[in-house]
């Protein structure tokens, strides 16, 4: 047989993983505490690390889950309070029919999450569109953001918030 390539527009898979294993979440670490909080018109997903400084994580996607920052962050609890969150209709948060989702709705989303928890301030870390997310976050309550942390993140074109 003549090996295959991608040009043969055909992919050849002998084995197939029907079941994936029932392992358990890093969530599910003793010293993180979950909880969902209601913004008033939806409830997010988060969890709480460590006692210092409050640190948002925002995900990227628009689709991604919080679930790729851990464990990397568990060690950002030396020194900080990493605060990881589900945006809304992604991950644990709930999914709210209606008209859709828009970059104003994620801010005030992620602004309300920041009152319920009962911060007058928090720094902002962004991964990929999550990056976005932070900087429009910035610009739109600056005296809430206490530092603005960007992680493979684009500028984001002129918007009107």
């Not at 994936?20 to 909080?37: I, Y």
């Not at 008033?40 to 920052?69: I, K, M, N, Q, S």
């Not at 997310?133 to 009107?160: F, K």
Request: aromatic share 8%.
């Amino acid at each position: 047989m003549e090996r295959e390539t991608v040009l043969d527009r055909r992919i050849d898979i002998p084995d197939r993983i029907l079941d994936v294993p029932d392992v358990q979440r890093l969530c599910n670490e003793p010293n993180l505490s979950a909880k969902r909080v209601d913004i008033g018109d939806c409830r997010l997903y988060c969890e709480v690390e460590g006692d210092g400084a409050a640190l948002v994580l925002l995900h990227g996607g628009p689709g991604g889950t919080h679930h790729y920052f851990h464990p990397h962050f568990s060690r950002a609890a030396e020194f900080s309070r990493p605060i990881y969150y589900d945006q809304r209709g992604c991950g644990l948060s709930d999914y709210v029919e209606g008209t859709g989702y828009s970059i104003v709705q994620a801010i005030e989303d992620l602004d309300g999450l920041r009152r319920s928890l009962g911060l007058s301030h928090w720094a902002v870390l962004g991964h990929s569109y999550g990056g976005f997310l932070a900087q429009c976050y910035a610009v739109a309550h600056p005296d809430s953001t206490t530092a603005l942390i960007l992680v493979g993140a684009s500028v984001p074109s002129p918007i009107r918030l």
